[in-house]
């Protein structure tokens, strides 16, 4: 093999190969020529290099913090607020009752803001008819109701 | 000379522990699974803001699934497949490309004025235009495997139960990165091949 083409195989080469170790002629190549030894050298030194250098770019995570997510939502364990729901319910720390509170202004707002209007024709529940006799089984009760339309009534048994 | 890379699985014991709960045990068990786990999210990601939110749903995602790990493949090969997954489905969720671009000539401006301090400014720019390259330049499915391969050390047909794709087409796939990455390597030191490059 030659040099030229050792290069060309180095480009594809796999790394045990480029080390020299094994039968390929490519390893018998390296072991014997040290200028394309050097050469492989630094082509796996460059790609080590590069591996290290990808997990520098990337930031790395508080996993204290990653773990109280996480065990919060995992399968199995108590159903406790997460670290976001937590900082949303701090107030609680203060003393203040935040969800009997908000039912209370629910309560107040809802008896004191009067009948509320809304659009569209009212409606009218169909009243009771008296005078329609009905036999009902035993243990069971019926009502009787009017609709709007005079041909129908509604006939309830419960 | 250096050995292969090489990926260990972390201690069954650890794992055992994790498995249990035991918060000590989880958070060594993502110390170490760490560095592994950015480098695959940037490698599928191509992107170092992505990834960092990747990496961490990853994290989030093993806490919650390791129970699920029964030995029968090595943990990476697990934890990639599952982080794997993970990455799918964030891919789809988030469509973040519009700020991937800045954000990578920022994080390559970064790594050449601050890594290696020892290094020379040719040196530094050398290795993020290598960077470069393998982000930019190679598609992803190339990437993951050249990271899974050559700086996880996993093989063909364990990266082809990652990947879901048959180990003749991990093989090829892992000749093409190679070639664009080592050719570029070369490039950057013509003293060595410019007689036999082309």
């Known amino acids: 093999m030659t040099c030229s083409d050792a290069v060309h195989r180095i480009l594809e080469g796999d790394p045990l190969d480029l080390q020299g170790h094994g039968d390929s002629s490519l390893a018998e190549h390296i072991r014997t020529c040290p200028r394309c030894r050097a050469m492989a050298e630094l082509v796996l030194e460059e790609e080590r290099r590069l591996g290290i250098q990808m997990v520098g770019a990337v930031e790395v995570p508080d996993l204290d913090q990653l773990l109280d997510e996480a065990l919060e939502k995992r399968p199995g364990t108590s159903p406790k607020t997460t670290s976001r729901e937590h900082r949303g319910l701090q107030f609680k720390r203060f003393g203040l009752p935040l969800i009997p509170l908000a039912a209370a202004a629910a309560v107040v ?10 659009p569209g024709d009212s409606y009218a529940p169909p009243q009771r008819t008296a005078g329609l006799g009905v036999e009902v089984p035993e243990g069971q009760n019926a009502a009787v109701l009017a609709t709007n339309n005079p041909d129908i009534t509604v006939l309830w048994f419960f | ?16 522990k994790a498995q249990q709960g035991d918060r000590k045990a989880l958070r060594s068990l993502l110390e170490e699974v760490g560095p592994p786990v950015r480098q695959w999210a940037l490698a599928h990601t191509g992107d170092p803001d992505s990834a960092s939110d990747l990496s961490q749903e990853v994290f989030l995602l093993l806490v919650r699934k390791i129970s699920s790990y029964r030995g029968e493949a090595r943990f990476l090969t697990w934890l990639f497949t599952v982080t794997r997954n993970q990455a799918l489905e964030d891919t789809r969720r988030r469509g973040r490309q519009e700020k991937k671009m800045n954000r990578l000539k920022i994080e390559m401006e970064r790594i050449r004025e601050t890594s290696n301090p020892g ?4 040196d530094r720019k050398r290795l993020g ?3 470069t390259t393998f982000v930019q330049e190679l598609p992803a499915r190339q990437r993951e495997v050249f990271q899974l391969s050559e700086l996880q050390g996993l093989s063909s047909p364990e990266i082809g139960v990652i990947l879901e794709m048959a180990p003749v087409s991990v093989r090829a796939a892992l000749l093409k990165a190679r070639r664009s990455l080592r050719k570029k390597i070369l490039e950057q030191h013509t003293e060595f091949v410019e007689e036999y490059l082309p």
């Open chain 2, 129 to 131: 235009d290598l960077i």
């Open chain 2, 1 to 16: 000379m250096k050995s292969p890379p090489s990926r260990i699985d972390p201690d069954p014991i650890l794992i055992e």
């Open chain 2, 119 to 122: 290094a020379t400014e040719v």
């Open chain 1, 109 to 118: 707002t809802l008896f004191l803001g009067g009948e509320p209007s809304l």
